[in-house]
């Protein structure tokens, strides 16, 4: 399993990827609100990109595939985990939904995602979103030269399962650079002291995927949409970050 290491130049591209990525996930935050059809929040990823300059990097991902991704974004509503294809389908007062975004620019993917409440929701879905951030600014910290992939991943389940809470197995982070998979797959739960060690110029979308339930997961017949198979609330947050001497640098930042 080889990691890219990233060049300065590659690096500075990315970034600039990441900086529009993160500028569409802004907007669909300012827009998210009761009524919206998940199809206006995708419309608004397009018209950011293209007025950017990047291009979708799920639209058509991946290539080769009978069952493309039809779209710009992913959505995902309540039980729904990743991967949900915008729609005529509207945000309520109550939701949980969950933003995913993927730009490439100047032959460079950025990749992240969020999820929030759309109006007042229940104490224990804020809960739900409080532990899964944290999770992800968990695994981002210990992204120092000389850890390991593992303790990225224990990282996370330990603050998780700490939180009484569970992460998803089917699912977690990657390499992310001129291709939207590199090496390696960043699991979400493991043991510390296994796997690749970081070394600066090593870029990541890291991921966590975390529920309250069971983390057993289904696709419903889309051949996209994850839901959770008990039907139970879930959230994901995800940052693309690079390694560097200084430890880690979160490249999609939101303002
Ligand atoms: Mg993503
Ligand atoms: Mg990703």
């Known amino acids: 399993m080889a990691i890219i290491i990233k060049s300065r130049a590659d690096i500075q591209a990315m970034k600039e990827s990441a900086q529009i990525n993160a500028e569409v996930l802004c907007k669909l935050r300012d827009a998210v609100r009761p009524g919206v059809k998940t199809k206006e929040l995708d419309k608004i990823a397009a018209e950011t990109i293209a007025q950017r300059g990047g291009k979708p990097a799920f639209l058509g991902h991946p290539k080769g595939s009978p069952h493309p991704f039809p779209a710009i974004i992913t959505v995902a509503i309540n039980e729904q985990l990743v991967h949900g294809i915008p729609g005529e389908r509207m945000l309520a007062e109550g939701d949980i939904v969950s933003l995913d975004c ?65 992460v998803v197995r089917e699912y977690g982070g990657h390499g992310v650079g001129r291709s939207m998979w590199e090496d390696p797959h960043i699991p979400n739960w493991g043991d510390p002291g296994r796997g690749n060690r970081l070394k600066p110029g090593m870029t990541f979308a890291l991921e966590p995927m975390v529920m309250p339930g069971d983390p057993t997961t289904r696709v419903l017949q889309d051949h996209w949409t994850v839901v959770m198979a008990d039907g139970g609330l879930c959230a994901h947050f995800e940052h693309t970050i690079v390694v560097t001497e200084n430890g880690p640098e979160i490249l999609t930042k939101m303002d």
Not at 108 to 129: C, H, N, T, W, Y
């Open 102 to 166: 993927g730009t490439i620019y100047k032959g460079f993917v950025s990749d992240s995602a969020f999820s929030m409440g759309i109006g007042k929701i229940a104490p224990e879905a804020q809960r739900l979103l409080d532990v899964t951030e944290t999770s992800l600014y968990k695994g981002i910290e210990v992204c120092v030269p000389d850890n390991r992939i593992g303790d990225i991943s224990y990282a996370i389940q330990t603050y998780v399962e700490g939180q009484g809470m569970q």
